[in-house]
């Protein structure tokens, strides 16, 4: 239960942080820097996730050739 109230409290204040800003005071107006490091992270995120899926793929044909070999192994 304190971890749905933290994180229910933690949206609201980044909901809040992104709201434009008006002369009431609402909202902190961090949109366009959001936006601004979104861009920047973008590519960063997805060259790294680029990376994770090749060595995910070769993790796995390993494993397909090592369950050949081993299929084989077991036929003879």
């Known amino acids: 239960m304190k971890s749905v109230i933290i994180g229910i409290t933690i949206l ?3 909901v809040f942080a992104v709201l434009p ?3 009431e ?3 902190l107006g961090w949109g366009i ?3 601004t490091f979104l861009r920047g992270a973008l590519p ?3 060259i790294v996730i ?3 899926a090749v060595f995910i793929g070769i ?3 390993k494993d397909r050739a ?3 070999k081993e299929a084989a192994e077991k036929k003879e």
Request: a negative charge; glycine letters at 12%.
């Open 44 to 46: 960063v995120a997805a």
């Open 25 to 27: 005071g609402f909202g």
């Open 59 to 61: 993790a796995d044909m």
């Open 33 to 35: 820097d959001v936006l």
């Open 21 to 23: 800003s008006r002369p």
């Open 12 to 14: 609201a204040a980044a």
């Open 50 to 52: 680029g990376i994770i």
């Open 66 to 68: 090592e369950a050949k």
